[in-house]
C-alpha cells in the first residue's frame, strides 16, 4: 500500500545529490549551498528580521523555519542551512552573551579561569526545545531538500568566550593555551560537549548532515592545531560519527593544516579560496570537499564569475565527492541575483 509521504521524503533526501556526494557518490549534478546563505543579502530576510534581535530570532520556530527556507525558494540550492549561530548555545544555556549587529557575538564576562569554566552547565535537549521545534517543523517543510545542522567547533567557540567579543588576532585566547594548559583543556573539553550535544539535538530532530565551523583555526600554527585544538574536534565530530549523518568540517585560512582537519574525522573538508580546489583535494587525499569559490567574485562580471565556477567544477571532480560553495560566507552585500545565476549555473554545467 502507500508509504507515508513522510518515509518518500526520507528517501528522496538520502538520495539528493547533496547527500550523495558527502558520501562520495556518483551524482546527478554537483550539489550547491552557500556557507551564510540565510540571512545577510536578502531582502525578504531583512524584513522580517525587523525589530527582533538576533538571538530572539534564532529562538522563534517560525522565523527560524521562514528564514532557513528563503534562500531555498530562491536560489534552488541543494540543501538547506540551519539559521542559528555558533554563540546560541552558549546563550542557551545561561551565559551572559549578545550578538550586536555589525560586530558579532559579545560575551559579558570573559572565561579566564578553571573557575569560570566550570561555572558553564553542559547543554541538555531541555536548553534548546525550540531548536527541536525548529528543525522537525524545517524536516516537514523541507521535503526533498536536506537540512544541514551546524555548531561552532571548540577552538572558534572559545575565541569568543576568552577575548570577550570577535578579535582578529587571538592574543588572549592563544596566550590561555600557551600559559594555562589547565585551563584551556577543562574549556575546550566543556565547549566540545556543548557543541556535541547541541548538534545531536539537531540530528535527532531530523538535520541530516553537519557542519562544524571552525572559522578561526587558521590563526594556529600546525603544531599548537594539532595538539591543542584537533583532539576537541576529533571528539565533536567522533561522537556525531555514531548518528550516521555526514559531517563537514570547515574552517578559514586553513590551508597548512587542511590535512590535519580531515584528519578529525570529517566526510566532507570544505575549503576555503586561498587555496586551489586541487591543492585542497590533495591535501584531504580522499575525502570529499566542499568549495571554493571566492566570494568577491560574485561582485566581478557574471561571466567571470561563472568561468571560475567553472574551473572549480573541474578541480571538482578528482575528489570522491565535491560539494559547491563559496570558500568562505556570502558577503552581505551580495547581490542575490549573482548567487541565483551562480546556483542555476553549477546546475547546468555539471549535469552528468
Ligand atoms: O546561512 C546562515 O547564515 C545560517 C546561519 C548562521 C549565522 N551564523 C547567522 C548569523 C551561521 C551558519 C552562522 C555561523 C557563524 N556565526 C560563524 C561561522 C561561520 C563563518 O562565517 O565563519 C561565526 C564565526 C559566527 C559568529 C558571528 N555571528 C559573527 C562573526 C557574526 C557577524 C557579525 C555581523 O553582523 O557581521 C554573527 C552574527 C550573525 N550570525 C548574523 C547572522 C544572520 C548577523 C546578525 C544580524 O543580522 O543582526
Redesign the pocket.
Known amino acids: 500500500m502507500q508509504a507515508p509521504t513522510t518515509t518518500n521524503a526520507a528517501d528522496a533526501v538520502r538520495d539528493s545529490a547533496f547527500l550523495r556526494a558527502a558520501r562520495g557518490e556518483p551524482v546527478p549534478h554537483t550539489p550547491v549551498w552557500f556557507?551564510?546563505?540565510?540571512?545577510?543579502s536578502l531582502p525578504e530576510y531583512l524584513r522580517i528580521?525587523e525589530g527582533v534581535s538576533?538571538l530572539d530570532s534564532c529562538m522563534q520556530p517560525d522565523l527560524v523555519t521562514e528564514i532557513t527556507l528563503q534562500?531555498v525558494r530562491r536560489y534552488g540550492v541543494d540543501a538547506a542551512?540551519?539559521?542559528?549561530?555558533?554563540?546560541l548555545p552558549l546563550k542557551a544555556i545561561g551565559v551572559d552573551l549578545d550578538?550586536v549587529?555589525?560586530?558579532?557575538?559579545v560575551v559579558a564576562s570573559p572565561v579566564r579561569t578553571l573557575a569560570d569554566v566550570a561555572a558553564i552547565p553542559d547543554l541538555t535537549p531541555e536548553h534548546v526545545p525550540f531548536i527541536t521545534e525548529s528543525v522537525t517543523r524545517l524536516v516537514g517543510e523541507l521535503g526533498s531538500t536536506p537540512l544541514i545542522g551546524?555548531a561552532?567547533a571548540p577552538f572558534?567557540v572559545a575565541s569568543?568566550l576568552v577575548e570577550g567579543g570577535?578579535s582578529k588576532e587571538h592574543a588572549k585566547t592563544k596566550a590561555l593555551m600557551f600559559g594555562a594548559p589547565d585551563v584551556w583543556a577543562a574549556l575546550m573539553t566543556k565547549i566540545a560537549a556543548i557543541s556535541t550535544a547541541y548538534l545531536e539535538v539537531q540530528v535527532a530532530a531530523g538535520a541530516s548532515a553537519i557542519q562544524l565551523?571552525d572559522?578561526?583555526a587558521g590563526a594556529l600554527t600546525r603544531a599548537d592545531y594539532q595538539a591543542q585544538v584537533l583532539p576537541y574536534s576529533t571528539d565533536v565530530l567522533g561522537a556525531i560519527g555514531r548518528t550516521g549523518v555526514p559531517r563537514i568540517h570547515f574552517g578559514?585560512g586553513t590551508g597548512e593544516i587542511l590535512d590535519l582537519m580531515g584528519q578529525a574525522g570529517a566526510d566532507v573538508v570544505g575549503v576555503d579560496w586561498r587555496v586551489s580546489l586541487a591543492d585542497g583535494i590533495a591535501r584531504v587525499g580522499g575525502r570529499c570537499v566542499q568549495g571554493n569559490l571566492d566570494p568577491t567574485l560574485v561582485f566581478a562580471p557574471t561571466e567571470v564569475m561563472l568561468e571560475r565556477a567553472d574551473q572549480v567544477l573541474a578541480a571538482g571532480r578528482a575528489a570522491p565527492g565535491h560539494i559547491f560553495n563559496l570558500g568562505?560566507?556570502v558577503i552581505?552585500s551580495t547581490d542575490p541575483d549573482q548567487l541565483k545565476r551562480l546556483t542555476d549555473h553549477v546546475h547546468e554545467a555539471s549535469a552528468r
Open positions: 556557507m551564510r546563505q540565510a540571512g545577510r528580521r538576533m534562500p542551512i540551519f539559521f542559528s549561530d555558533i554563540v550578538i549587529p555589525g560586530v558579532g557575538p551546524f561552532g572558534t569568543y570577535p565551523f572559522s578561526w578559514v568562505h560566507g552581505p
